[in-house]
């Protein structure tokens, strides 16, 4: 149905627009309102009034005079103003007549807690997208549908029908959810991390995860913003708003839900079978500063350590414990997790040597538990003076009722308040800690983190994370320059051979000398030319995987030799083939894209042949990159070895293949969306260069 939308009253409120005014409102209406006991109009309207919210409250019910001990209103149109945000709780059946009335009265920010579901019917616009549409259009903010709201804890406003208990001091964690369960569970986490906003965003019909974090950024009570996100429906603006908070010193934590591979199996390129769309996730994360974490411990733990108004001037991590097994503990998780240990300094080690008790060793982990002194505050005090550590972490359980864990606790806040770098408690048994001094602890900016292997990945994030990078934009100023050689191949089909060597070759990207034959004194005749020893290869674009076919030919060393080839190769794979100079010496790569439904072209670098068939040794990222960028990647590969003269082996062309990576990412950056997949599958590199044996673009859809 179409709405015309009348322009009623307004309301001005400076900052970021509505969706400052849906999170920060100064008045609430709440759309089905209600006295009956348990419904959800009732509760919605019980939180919001209880929990010490300041601003104006008007329940909208025309069957009530009175809701809640407050004055009850017929309609929107009834209140003494237009309140900045309305409250939806009614069923999905009346939510569209209820919106529609509500924007023309000019609502500009609104919550939507139901799914905005109702049967289809064929032919018909989802309602989703009715509501969606009338939001664009009227410029309005929309919290959900599918939502359990928001809680504003600095102003006191429980925006939810069944929100945990709020405490009574507001954080600096901010917090946006796709999921409604976590975000219950985060919110009323008993440890001590507190936020300023927790937001259950729902199906972001209007106000989109980059919205949020927008917001959430700009306040001042921010140091970090958590994302529990299912997917990014405008990755662009999200990326954008990540760079912005980076700006401001916030860091951007996520955790990725659906990370599965599944759907990579109809990959038609290798490459695209090991990118997989987690990695291309990763990668993501990785090229724009956002901390991405594995599990909700690790999530938890690293936005509790960015909670502290401490942050790093180093990225060494210093450990105290009071436990000679906890040290080997952590000594063998950090080693798993991949998070490296500080070797201290002479100095500090001489310092720790001289007050340890005999026989302990001044390593980091420090044991500092030797024949019963606690020399806890001594030992963190002299690893804070180590100028390359960033942080200092006293490892004990903080264990709930122990006299000596309210000693550790005292200690700990101590030397707190005599040294300048951050600090924090690291439970290694985290069901035993004691709520009420991990409390008293966060509130003296003191982080408690709960396990051993989320605080060590935490620890981690916490001194290594860098202000994002601007994001790129793609460059598509030459979109006809290939435009000649995609008319022959539909949507998921191959290009011909002979059309992607010619893109290969207007893009300057190296290739092993070739030509192309369609008959046997062709393809001999093409040998000669190019030089033996030759490979001959089937050019027939719908055989993807030439080898598999008997497409392929190797060694070819004389002209009886080549014309062999031919025939065998034409008798069971057609006439066209592909003649080009064989060379064997090097180390197999393969290099290629896919396109990643959120975040468009991705690439995947990895060393080929049984590397890839066996291990899925491969790095996958964003393009585009630099030549010096592109070696960083290539260092990152478990065989990178066998290109830097292994066991007395050539050392390939670094520069060389570096170099190609760079121009193949600007070019899948430029004219990628053409294809879903690409494929330079193998890349020859040694110490005379890289060069593309074989490749395979597969058309976009």
């Given at each position: 149905?179409?709405?015309?939308l009348?322009?009623?009253?307004s309301?001005?409120q400076?900052?970021?627009?509505n969706?400052?005014?849906?999170?920060?409102?100064?008045?609430?209406?709440v759309?089905?309102?209600?006295?009956?006991?348990?419904s959800?109009?009732?509760?919605?309207?019980?939180a919001?009034?209880?929990n010490?919210?300041?601003?104006?409250v008007y329940?909208?019910n025309?069957?009530?005079?009175?809701?809640?001990?407050?004055?009850a209103y017929?309609s929107?149109?009834?209140?003494?103003?237009?309140?900045d945000?309305?409250?939806?709780a009614?069923?999905d059946?009346?939510?569209e007549?209820?919106?529609?009335?509500?924007?023309?009265?000019?609502?500009?920010?609104?919550?939507?807690?139901?799914?905005?579901?109702?049967?289809?019917?064929?032919?018909?616009?989802?309602?989703?997208?009715?509501?969606?549409?009338?939001?664009?259009?009227?410029?309005?903010?929309?919290?959900?549908?599918n939502?359990?709201?928001f809680?504003?804890?600095?102003?006191r406003?429980?925006?939810?029908?069944?929100?945990?208990?709020?405490?009574?001091?507001?954080?600096?964690?901010?917090?946006?959810?796709?999921?409604?369960?976590?975000?219950?569970g985060?919110?009323?986490?008993?440890?001590?991390?507190v936020?300023?906003?927790?937001?259950?965003?729902?199906?972001e019909?209007?106000?989109t995860?980059?919205?949020?974090?927008?917001?959430?950024?700009?306040?001042p009570?921010?140091?970090?913003v958590?994302?529990?996100?299912?997917t990014?429906?405008?990755?662009?603006?999200?990326?954008?708003?990540?760079?912005?908070?980076?700006?401001?010193?916030?860091?951007?934590?996520?955790?990725k839900?659906?990370?599965s591979r599944?759907g990579?199996?109809?990959?038609?390129?290798?490459?695209?079978?090991?990118a997989?769309a987690?990695?291309?996730?990763?990668?993501?994360?990785?090229e724009?500063?956002?901390?991405?974490?594995?599990?909700?411990?690790?999530?938890?733990?690293?936005?509790?350590?960015?909670?502290?108004?401490?942050?790093?001037?180093?990225?060494?991590?210093?450990?105290?414990?009071?436990?000679?097994g906890?040290?080997?503990?952590?000594?063998?998780?950090?080693?798993?997790?991949?998070?490296?240990?500080?070797?201290?300094?002479?100095?500090?080690?001489?310092?720790?040597?001289?007050?340890?008790?005999?026989?302990?060793?001044?390593?980091?982990?420090?044991?500092?538990?030797?024949?019963?002194?606690?020399l806890?505050?001594?030992?963190?005090?002299?690893?804070?003076?180590?100028?390359?550590v960033?942080?200092?972490?006293?490892a004990t359980?903080?264990?709930?009722?122990?006299?000596?864990?309210?000693?550790?606790?005292?200690?700990?806040?101590?030397?707190y308040q005599?040294?300048?770098?951050?600090?924090?408690l690291?439970?290694?048994?985290?069901?035993?800690?004691s709520r009420?001094?991990t409390?008293?602890?966060?509130?003296?900016?003191i982080?408690?983190?709960?396990g051993?292997?989320?605080?060590?990945?935490?620890?981690?994030?916490?001194?290594?994370?860098?202000?994002?990078?601007?994001?790129?934009?793609a460059?598509?100023?030459?979109?006809s320059?290939?435009?000649?050689?995609?008319?022959?191949?539909a949507?998921?089909?191959?290009?011909?051979?002979?059309?992607?060597?010619e893109?290969?070759?207007?893009?300057?990207?190296?290739?092993?000398?070739?030509?192309?034959?369609?008959?046997?004194?062709?393809?001999v005749?093409a040998?000669?030319?190019?030089?033996f020893?030759?490979?001959?290869?089937?050019a027939?674009?719908?055989?993807?995987?030439?080898?598999?076919?008997?497409?392929?030919?190797?060694?070819?060393?004389?002209?009886?030799?080549a014309?062999?080839a031919?025939?065998?190769?034409?008798?069971?794979c057609g006439a066209?083939?592909?003649?080009?100079?064989?060379?064997?010496?090097?180390v197999?790569?393969?290099?290629?894209?896919?396109?990643?439904?959120?975040f468009?072209?991705a690439?995947?670098v990895?060393?080929?042949?049984?590397?890839?068939?066996?291990?899925?040794?491969?790095v996958?990222?964003?393009?585009?990159?630099?030549?010096?960028r592109a070696?960083?990647?290539l260092?990152?590969?478990?065989?990178?070895?066998l290109?830097?003269?292994?066991?007395?082996?050539?050392?390939?062309?670094?520069?060389?293949?570096?170099?190609?990576?760079?121009?193949?990412?600007?070019?899948?950056?430029?004219?990628?969306?053409?294809?879903?997949?690409?494929?330079?599958?193998?890349?020859?590199?040694g110490?005379?260069?890289?060069?593309?044996?074989?490749?395979?673009?597969?058309?976009?859809?």
């Open positions: 149905m179409d709405h015309l009348v322009v009623g009253r309301t001005n400076s900052g970021l627009g969706v400052q005014r849906l999170m920060k409102p100064r008045s609430v209406a759309v089905g309102a209600s006295e009956r006991e348990g959800f109009g009732q509760r919605l309207l019980r919001i009034v209880s010490g919210y300041a601003g104006a329940p909208i025309p069957r009530y005079s009175e809701v809640g001990g407050l004055p017929a929107l149109g009834a209140t003494p103003e237009l309140p945000l309305v409250a939806f009614i069923s059946d009346r939510l007549q209820a919106f529609v009335d509500a924007a023309s009265q000019g609502m500009k920010a609104a919550v939507i807690f139901g799914r905005c579901y109702e049967e289809y019917r064929e032919g018909s616009v989802p309602l989703t997208e009715r509501i969606s549409k009338i939001a664009h259009e009227a410029d309005i903010a929309i919290c959900g549908g939502c359990m709201g809680v504003n804890l600095v102003d406003l429980a925006l939810s029908a069944s929100p945990p208990p709020l405490v009574e001091r507001s954080g600096a964690v901010g917090l946006v959810s796709h999921s409604g369960s976590t975000w219950s985060l919110l009323g986490n008993q440890r001590g991390v936020y300023n906003y927790a937001i259950s965003a729902g199906q019909l209007s106000t995860i980059g919205d949020y974090v927008r917001f959430l950024a700009a306040q009570e921010t140091r970090v958590g994302c529990v996100l299912e990014l429906r405008n990755p662009e603006d999200f990326l954008a708003a990540v760079y912005d908070a980076g700006q401001r010193g916030i860091p951007v934590v996520a955790l839900l659906g990370r599944r990579q199996e109809f990959a038609l390129a290798h490459s695209g079978a090991l997989g987690d990695n291309v996730f990763q990668a993501a994360m990785r724009f500063g956002i901390i991405s974490t594995d599990t909700l411990e690790e999530f938890e733990d690293t936005l509790a350590v960015f909670s502290t108004p401490r942050r790093p001037a180093a990225t060494g991590i210093g450990i105290v414990t009071d436990s000679g906890e040290r080997q503990h952590i000594v063998d998780r950090a080693e798993t997790a991949g998070v490296p240990l500080l070797e201290f300094s002479e100095e500090t080690r001489a310092k720790l040597l001289a007050t340890l008790d005999p026989g302990m060793t001044p390593d980091n982990p420090v044991d500092s538990y030797g024949d019963g002194r606690n806890m505050a001594e030992c963190m005090t002299f690893i804070a003076q180590d100028s390359d960033g942080v200092v972490a006293l359980n903080l264990v709930a009722g122990r006299r000596y864990a309210t000693i550790s606790a005292e200690l700990l806040g101590l030397v005599q040294v300048a770098k951050p600090l924090v690291m439970a290694n048994v985290a069901s035993a800690t009420e001094l409390r008293s602890l966060f509130a003296a900016g982080p408690v983190l709960l051993t292997t989320s605080s060590l990945k935490a620890l981690h994030h916490f001194v290594n994370w860098q202000p994002p990078l601007p994001p790129a934009s460059q598509r100023d030459k979109e320059a290939i435009h000649d050689l995609l008319d022959g191949a949507a998921r089909q191959a290009l011909a051979p002979a059309a992607a060597a893109i290969l070759d207007r893009y300057s990207l190296p290739q092993a000398p070739r030509t192309f034959a369609s008959t046997r004194d062709g393809a005749e040998a000669l030319r190019i030089g020893p030759v490979v001959m290869k089937t027939n674009p719908a055989i993807l995987h030439k080898t598999e076919h008997g497409g392929v030919v190797l060694s070819i060393g004389d002209e009886v030799a014309g062999a031919y025939d065998t190769i034409s008798t069971g066209d083939v592909e003649v080009a100079r064989q060379i064997s010496n090097g197999e790569l393969i290099l290629g894209m896919t396109t990643d439904r959120v468009g072209p690439i995947t990895g060393i080929g042949g049984i590397w890839t068939e066996l291990f899925g040794d491969a996958t990222f964003l393009p585009p990159v630099t030549p010096l070696e960083e990647y260092r990152r590969l478990k065989g990178f070895p290109l830097d003269g292994y066991r007395g082996a050539p050392r390939a062309n670094l520069t060389a293949i570096s170099g190609l990576i760079s121009k193949f990412s600007a070019f899948c950056l430029e004219q990628g969306t053409e294809f879903s997949e690409i494929d330079l599958n193998p890349i020859k590199a110490p005379d260069g890289a060069f593309i044996l074989d490749s395979l673009f597969v058309r976009n859809s």
